[in-house]
């Protein structure tokens, strides 16, 4: 029996994680879920796969919910604390963290310490602090098994070469690593995209998504999440990783090996898959998605991509090569300028200046960022983006 955590249960990652273990049966049972205050999903959850622990982050959520509660599922405080109890509970086999931004940082950080198994989708926090985090999967015998499909892929390729406390005896034989992205909805688009609506970005070509990742797929800068995520998870540098734009999303990435050969990963674009992969890991378990079909597929495109008009990949791969606290200054700065270009606040072209504009303001700190400094790094550019936002002097930035 595999008893599960899933942090994000009301998320795009969280339902699609509920559905395949619904599927799975008799072998998988949910011990915890946590949300937000989408309280009317996750009551239902709760009713559905009667969690032993709960907890809403939302103070007024938890108002609303706690006399709701089946029997034997025990409501916790709405508090952070409450999410890294549940991430380290000495009964859970495996975490799925599916939260969205640096607040999944310090449930993710109390799961390593408790050596446990981390299915990832949060991926800000392998972006904030990536080297560190895996040295302590090594330091407590923890294992990060990455949930987003593209790292997915990778891992994937690399099925029965990886020891995953660590996954650095496999870098080198890995020549380069394809990392594909669909390109999002502009990738064929021409002309000006200052005039982008909120509405527009959120329509994903290929893939179903939260609205934070879905709006960081149209900026390019979820790929750039990405490269910095797979460069600290397989210990990868970044000469050895190609972005390549593949509009069909059918090879969800690729591995090169010293040899020559390349191995890659394809299917239908379907989170539930490398969910699925994540939870029944090392098994292959009969799933529930559409296969591909390779005469309909029939065409598969590769192109570079354009880090003129996507300025922030080129932003996160800068961000990656001076180190330090930069990688988690971009990933915060990005939340708020996400949040502000939803609310209608900036313009679609205004989040890559946003982003520049906390970057330069940040000072350089050598080598990796640690833990704290990920953190206080965090609460700086939260500060400094709304700082921004609000005297307007990110509209003055030229990239
Ligand atoms: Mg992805």
Redesign the pocket.
């Known amino acids: 029996m595999k008893q599960i955590v899933i942090l994000g249960s009301t998320g795009s990652i969280g339902t699609s994680s509920l559905d395949v273990i619904a599927r799975l049966g008799p072998g998988y049972r949910v011990l915890g879920l946590s949300a937000n205050n989408n309280t009317d999903l996750f009551l239902k959850q709760v009713h559905q796969f009667e969690p032993r622990f709960a907890a809403v982050m939302n103070p007024d959520s938890y108002e609303k919910i706690k006399d709701q509660m089946p029997e034997g599922t025990r409501l916790l405080p709405p508090e952070i604390d409450s999410l890294c109890f549940m991430a380290s509970l000495p009964s859970a086999d495996l975490v799925i963290n599916g939260v969205v931004g640096a607040v999944g940082f310090q449930p993710l950080v109390a799961a390593i310490k408790a050596s446990k198994t981390v299915a990832l989708a949060n991926k800000e926090p392998m972006v904030m602090a990536g080297k560190t985090l895996m040295k302590e999967c090594e330091r407590w015998k923890a294992a990060i098994l990455p949930v ?3 790292p997915s892929a990778i891992f994937q390729c690399l099925a029965g070469m990886a020891n995953e406390h660590t996954y650095n005896n496999i870098s080198r034989d890995i020549s380069k690593v394809f990392l594909t992205a669909s390109g999002g909805p502009f990738a064929k688009r021409r002309g000006a995209l200052s005039t982008v609506t909120p509405q527009e970005a959120l329509k994903h070509p290929r893939w179903k998504m939260g609205k934070k990742i879905t709006i960081d797929s149209a900026t390019l800068m ?1 790929k750039g999440f ?1 490269a910095i995520e797979i460069m600290n998870l397989f210990n990868l540098p970044e000469e050895k990783v190609q972005i390549v734009i593949h509009p069909q999303s059918i090879i969800h990435s690729a591995v090169e090996f010293n040899d020559g050969a390349i191995l890659a990963q394809m299917g239908e674009p379907d989170m539930r898959v490398p969910i699925q992969y994540a939870i029944t890991y090392p098994k292959r378990l009969p799933g529930s998605v559409k296969k591909l079909n390779l005469f309909e597929a029939a065409k598969l495109e590769f192109m570079e991509p354009d880090l003129n008009r996507f300025p922030c990949l080129e932003l996160a791969l800068a961000a990656a090569r001076q180190g330090g606290i930069f990688p988690a200054v971009l990933s915060t700065a990005d939340e708020i300028a996400v949040a502000a270009f939803l609310n209608e606040k900036i313009k679609f072209t205004e989040i890559a200046k946003l982003v520049y504009a906390v970057l330069k303001a940040a000072p350089q700190t050598p080598g990796h960022a640690t833990l704290n400094q990920a953190l206080e790094a965090d609460r700086w550019a939260r500060e400094k983006a709304e700082e921004i936002l609000q005297n307007k002097s990110f509209r003055k930035v030229i990239i």
């Open positions: 987003d499909s593209e979820n990405e």
